[in-house]
């Protein structure tokens, strides 16, 4: 078994001043953590994999493709792979844990 704090992630992903944190790799997915602070701009790029976003805390609204809405604590959301995304209008500190499948390149 394998189990994570989301307190001890939050620390090592700022601790190595990045937005984002791979913590588990395995032969079909990879998860990480994944943050922003409010008013920053998302720099992602569109992924070879499909995604889950799953909402730790914060607010803001993210585009998948031409569909916007709102995500707060609790949002989950699927990118299918190669689809443009972005987090923007980001009012509070966002963090989000990212699902991979197939694992991130």
């Given amino acids: 078994m394998k189990a994570f704090r989301l307190d001890e992630l939050e620390a090592e992903r700022a601790a190595n001043d990045g937005a984002y944190l791979q913590f588990l790799r395995e032969r079909n997915m990879s998860v990480g953590l994944y943050a922003l602070d409010a008013g920053e701009l998302d720099p992602q790029n569109p992924h070879d994999q499909d995604e889950v976003y799953f909402v730790v805390s914060g607010r803001a609204s993210i ?32 963090r989000v844990m990212v699902v991979f499948s197939p694992p991130e390149s």
Wanted: proline content about 6%; overall charge negative; aromatic content about 6%.
């Fill in 63 to 94: 585009t998948v493709g031409t569909e916007t809405t709102q995500v707060g604590r609790g949002s989950v959301v699927y990118v299918p792979a190669g689809v443009p995304h972005k987090f923007h209008h980001i009012t509070e500190d966002l």
